[in-house]
């Protein structure tokens, strides 16, 4: 089954106030350029979306920099990340259950989603593709499919995070037959790698929206920035506001990738028990980090809140909302 783009990846620098110390050439053009310039704008794929850069800044040529730069980092991390290219560093783990010579950010992934699986007690697990592979070949043969139990249970035992072993620079699967999937926790590390590429370029306020949102704001005053938090099915209507300034805001919900026509399923997989019908009908955590929420917001979906509730005490400066099953309004779990 291929990837659905079911929104699109969107990255605005609203506010970019340079240091412009790192790019001199710019420094000496932005004195004489308009406060508020019209921005570079770049359309195309990202994250198998469709996706869209926004730059405001007052030299154009620096906006085009950081827009190719951009692009050329989520390209790169999608090469390592994607599911879908046979050549990723994933499908070459995936296919072979052994990669060496692990690239950094494969490692640093791994290092963070074992620590998130550990922290929510196994809700957030990579290695739930091969119930992805179970669900999409059964429905593709039979919309009215439903999983066997004594196959759902033969697939579960593919199914553990504490099985990925890291050992220095590899990584290997430790049962036959696993598979991992990074979706749920990719989108929020690529956001993390393009937030600190624009303030290592000398940004200091921007706004990037890769599926997740981060925010950077070095300047101390600006106002914070408003999230609308919406039904699933309406998101032009927030139900509800978040601010956000130096952090990072990730939502997960299964009604953004049906399995099935009817809705029965969802990608978003319970690790201990195969369901694919998530507790909640959407989640929306905030953290520092925007992969961390990532993470947090794809494991809370298919926690119960008494369980929510501890992992939230245990995570500084993290907070989470989610939308109930039937409900119309988002309610903060504290």
């Known amino acids: 089954m291929s990837p659905s783009p079911v929104r699109r990846r969107f990255i605005g620098i609203l506010a970019a106030c340079s240091a412009l110390g790192a790019v001199p050439w710019a420094a000496r053009r932005a004195a004489a350029m308009p406060a508020a310039p019209e921005p570079e704008t770049w359309r195309g794929i990202a994250l198998g979306a469709d996706a869209e850069l926004r730059i405001y800044h007052p030299d154009r040529r620096f906006a085009r920099d950081l827009i190719q730069r951009s692009i050329a980092e989520v390209h790169r991390l999608e090469q390592v990340f994607s599911l879908y290219r046979e050549d990723s560093v994933l499908a070459r783990l995936n296919r072979d259950g052994r990669l060496d010579e692990a690239p950094s950010d494969m490692l640093r992934i791994l290092e963070l989603s074992a620590h998130i699986g550990a922290l929510s007690g196994g809700a957030f697990d990579p290695s739930v593709q091969p119930l992805w592979t179970l669900y999409a070949e059964g429905l593709s043969r039979n919309p009215a499919w439903t999983p066997d139990a004594r196959v759902l249970a033969q697939t579960l035992e593919r199914v553990d995070y504490t099985a990925i072993h890291l050992e220095g620079r590899t990584v290997r699967l430790g049962r036959p037959g696993m598979a991992l999937t990074l979706n749920g926790i990719a989108q929020g590390y690529i956001t993390d790698r393009v937030t600190e590429l624009l303030r290592d370029a000398g940004l200091d306020r921007a706004l990037v929206d890769m599926g997740e949102i981060r925010g950077l704001d070095r300047t101390g005053v600006a106002p914070p ?110």
């Open 225 to 334: 920035w408003r999230a609308g938090l919406a039904d699933p099915e309406a998101p032009g209507s927030p139900l509800r506001t978040v601010e956000l300034r130096n952090q990072a805001l990730a939502t997960s919900s299964g009604v953004g990738t049906l399995l099935d026509r009817s809705g029965r399923y969802t990608h978003l997989f319970d690790p201990h028990t195969g369901e694919a019908r998530p507790r909640h009908r959407s989640v929306s955590v905030l953290a520092p980090e925007a992969a961390t929420a990532d993470a947090l917001s794809t494991a809370f979906s298919v926690m119960s809140e008494p369980a929510i509730h501890g992992v939230l005490r245990r995570t500084p400066r993290t907070r989470a909302w989610a939308l109930p099953n039937g409900a119309g309004e988002w309610r903060e779990l504290a």
